[in-house]
């Protein structure tokens, strides 16, 4: 009985993931208002009866889909801070941690299902609360204690610097897409991070 239930349960479960990446795959393409449950069933090669058995309904699919990638993104980031990196190289990674979601989901997608649903405004101000903002402050701590950061720089300060270049990441990615070289455009974004236009300090 139990083996019969527990190929049902990866069966309901591999069901649920297709779903979820058909859905995910649309909102790399498509507005969220704009998919249909119907756009769905025919991208996951379900019936809309299924995914409505296991979801509910398209908001609550949507949430899930994006949790998912949220919770996804936060284990990388975790797993890169915990890393052998250098201190500059984890603070490019915090300052562009959308630059690979900005190519994966478009950002007004994001902006869309976070508006759109107040569960997932809260969910992501919990992330950023609970696992970001004091993952960070280790980070700059961290820096001050090596001397990378200057010892008696206020933590607020290098925060809200940190939080000037995120909030604009998306006109910095798209100067960074007219570029020849992108990656070196935001290699120099990051130069000028630390020490502003004048270069590195002798």
Excluded: W
């Excluded at 990638?69 to 980031?77: G, T, V």
């Excluded at 690979?100 to 992501?124: F, H, R, T």
């Amino acid at each position: 009985m139990n083996e019969s239930m527990n190929g049902f349960e990866k069966r309901a479960q591999r069901i649920k993931e297709k779903i979820l990446r058909a859905t995910l795959n649309l909102l790399r393409t498509t507005d969220p208002k704009r998919i249909r449950i119907a756009d769905i069933s025919k991208a996951a090669k379900v019936s809309q009866v299924t995914i409505y058995n296991y979801f509910g309904s398209k908001e609550a699919l949507l949430r899930d889909v994006f949790i998912g990638y949220i919770d996804k993104a936060i284990a990388e980031f975790i797993e890169f801070m915990d890393g052998k990196h250098t201190l500059k190289e984890k603070i490019e990674y915090i300052i562009f941690l959308e630059k690979e979601a900005y190519s994966d989901l478009p950002p007004g997608a994001i902006k869309d299902l976070v508006e759109d649903d107040p569960e997932l405004g809260a969910y992501i101000e919990k992330v950023y609360q609970e696992f970001t903002t004091p993952l960070v402050t280790r980070i700059i701590e961290e820096g001050k204690a090596s001397g990378e950061i200057a010892p008696d720089m206020p933590l607020e300060n290098v925060m809200a610097f940190i939080q000037l270049y995120m909030n604009q990441y998306q006109a910095i990615l798209h100067m960074a897409a007219q570029s020849p070289d992108r990656d070196k455009f935001l290699e120099g974004m990051v130069q000028m991070f630390f020490y502003g236009v004048c270069g590195k300090p002798q």
